[in-house]
């Protein structure tokens, strides 16, 4: 018999915190709607699984790591049972500011305590639908043969996309036997919505949990219920909010474009789970592999265009010029004495032959992605990012072939160009393992 329970618990920081998501740094002075961990605990009765889901950027593994050790303390759950990601919001704290990391790790013990807490009889049903419309790559082939992030819309350079998208909108939904909800988890590969700036920038330094936190209201009023509606992010390192080869109409509204795609993916999410079937007894089960990957070391090229953009020899006009500028400039004597090496987590968490669910450690390229679904064995698979660490951008090895493009410049990126395939083969690998364990009982 399985039991679930859910909880979600408020990780809103103070005002005066620094904010993460753009070039320049920023400061909460306001905010629009309040961070949430949420938390689902499974349970067949002997295999406890909790999976937690942050209105953040991304947090760093010794963060969670601290989280999993108490949640273990607690309630006895080991840390490769469960799975702590976060959405990518652009409007969120810098972890490391005013000891909010430590205040997460406490938060999220405290999110996987009360669904423990909560525990009941459950059933579990899994389906999928696709929504499109907001999707793009961001990334392009231009006309004098370089790659070029978010280049503009309609920019006349264009020539096509550097890589595709992911529309699938997965859906699982555990609910009590009577049909009374308790949580759903949706699985979306887009990478934010964002402010839809208006000619006032007050928005700008507004904590949100974008359009993540807006689909939980939407869902939960459409169904008339109270429950704990959590959407992870997929594999979206480099997919967008719009299409740039399209028309994209601004919206006036704060948070409007965040609206109109969490509206989209509710009404996806209402459409699978009205039509998902649900199963009463399932066996739970993980696998969790720490990876040791080489860190990409800085060449001398790097360093004197990064020290040029600095000293404002040279304008940073595209964003892989603002990186080398912003994000890896002020840090090049860090980079340079950093470990050689990164230990880090992919993991996997399965759900009988129904359903698994990969969680990989940083902004992972959407191909990447969808390798690991069209390689797993399970009906239905979720790729949720940012899992368990924050380790920058993880491209594909043909994505650092290209010329050009922000997130395989050092800074955003610190990992080796084999990186991803090897989250991509650890991930198969597990996944194959749980399913063949699985088909044994």
């Known amino acids: 018999m399985l039991r679930a329970g859910a909880a979600s618990v408020n990780i809103t920081p103070p005002l005066g915190i620094g904010m993460r998501g753009y070039f320049t740094p920023r400061t909460a002075k306001d905010i629009h709607d309040d961070l949430y961990a ?76 009360l669904a423990n807490n909560r525990l009941r009889e459950a059933r579990i049903g899994f389906e999928r639908e696709e929504e499109p419309k907001p999707l793009g790559n961001r990334r392009f082939w231009m006309k004098d043969g370089t790659v070029r992030t978010n280049p503009g819309v309609l920019n006349p350079d264009i020539v096509k996309p550097a890589g595709p998208i992911d529309p699938e909108v997965g859906v699982m939904c555990v609910e009590e036997p009577g049909g009374k909800t308790i949580a759903l988890l949706v699985n979306y590969a887009m990478h934010y919505a964002g402010l839809s700036p208006t000619e006032k920038r007050e928005d700008y330094y507004m904590i949100s949990a974008d359009y993540f936190g807006i689909f939980s209201k939407i869902i939960q009023r459409i169904k008339g219920e109270n429950f704990v509606a959590i959407l992870a992010n997929g594999a979206c390192a480099d997919v967008i909010m719009f299409d740039a080869m399209k028309p994209h109409k601004r919206v006036n509204k704060l948070f409007g474009h965040a609206e109109r795609i969490a509206a989209l993916v509710a009404a996806k999410a209402l459409w699978a789970w009205n039509q998902m079937k649900f199963h009463n007894s399932v066996r739970l089960a993980s696998l969790m592999e720490e990876l040791t990957i080489q860190r990409r070391m800085p060449t001398d090229e790097e360093i004197e265009m990064a020290e040029r953009l600095m000293s404002g020899e ?18 090049i004597k860090e980079f340079l004495q950093a470990p050689r090496e990164v230990r880090t987590w992919v993991q996997v968490l399965a759900i009988g032959r129904l359903a698994a669910i990969v969680g990989l450690p940083g902004e992972i390229f959407v191909e990447l992605g969808l390798k690991i679904k069209e390689n797993s064995p399970f009906e239905y698979t979720f790729v949720v990012e940012l899992a368990n660490d924050w380790v920058g951008y993880v491209p594909t090895l043909e994505a650092f072939r290209q010329k050009g493009g ?20 650890a991930a198969v690998r597990m996944l194959k393992s749980l399913y063949q364990d699985a088909g044994r009982d």
């Not at 304008?315 to 912003?326: I, Q, S």
């Open 38 to 113: 949420k938390a689902l605990v499974l349970d067949d009765g002997e295999t406890k699984l909790a999976i937690v889901v942050c209105d953040l950027i991304g947090v760093e593994r010794h963060y969670l790591d601290k989280a999993k050790h108490l949640i273990l303390k607690r309630v006895g759950i080991p840390p490769s049972n469960v799975l702590i990601s976060c959405t990518h919001t652009h409007t969120g704290p810098v972890i490391s500011d005013m000891d909010y990391g430590e205040f997460l790790a406490q938060k999220v013990a405290d999110s996987v305590q």
């Open 406 to 425: 922000y997130e395989t410049t050092i800074g955003p990126n610190k990992l080796v160009p084999e990186a991803g395939e090897m989250m991509v083969d």
């Open 314 to 331: 040279i304008p940073a006009r595209t964003m892989r010029e603002n990186a080398l500028k912003n994000f890896f400039g002020p840090k």
